[in-house]
């Protein structure tokens, strides 16, 4: 059974940091994108950063993630982090991790896409 595990959350004031983490299955962690996605209430879900798996490591981000935030991988623990910095009270949202996209690779982060494994989400919350 494959699983997608994230860990991290809570709360924090703005201008601090918090690092996400998720841990997934190694058939789900080597598929291709591991990615990060957030949902706040009366919002639609909004991809954050993306991490190609394996050697590549190629990265992507969201415009409002881009110079805050940071994905990273660590093969040997089949973990992604998402370093999150100079947070804002937008940034308040669950927080969710996705696991192998089964289709359009050239967009990791669109809103639509879609992955095949999903964790429960986390939630962070940022306070004025």
């Known amino acids: 059974q494959v699983q997608v595990e994230e860990s991290g959350g809570g709360s924090v004031q703005a201008g601090g940091s918090l690092r996400l983490a998720c841990t997934a299955s190694?058939?789900?962690?080597?598929?291709?994108?591991m990615a990060w996605f957030r949902q706040a209430p009366g919002k639609k879900r909004e991809g954050v950063a993306a991490?190609?798996?394996?050697?590549?490591?190629?990265?992507y981000y969201a415009p409002s993630a881009k110079g805050r935030f940071t994905i990273s991988q660590d093969k040997g623990k089949n973990t992604v982090y998402l370093q999150m910095n100079s947070l804002t009270t937008e940034d308040t949202a669950v927080y969710y991790c996705?696991?192998?996209?089964?289709?359009?690779?050239?967009?990791?982060?669109?809103?639509?896409?879609?992955?095949?494994?999903w964790g429960q989400g986390t939630q962070v919350t940022v306070s004025s």
């Open positions: 996705a696991a192998h996209l089964t289709k359009n690779w050239a967009l990791p982060l669109d809103g639509q896409a879609q992955y095949a494994y």
């Open positions: 190694a058939s789900a962690f080597n598929k291709n994108f």
């Open positions: 991490i190609l798996s394996g050697n590549s490591g190629s990265t």
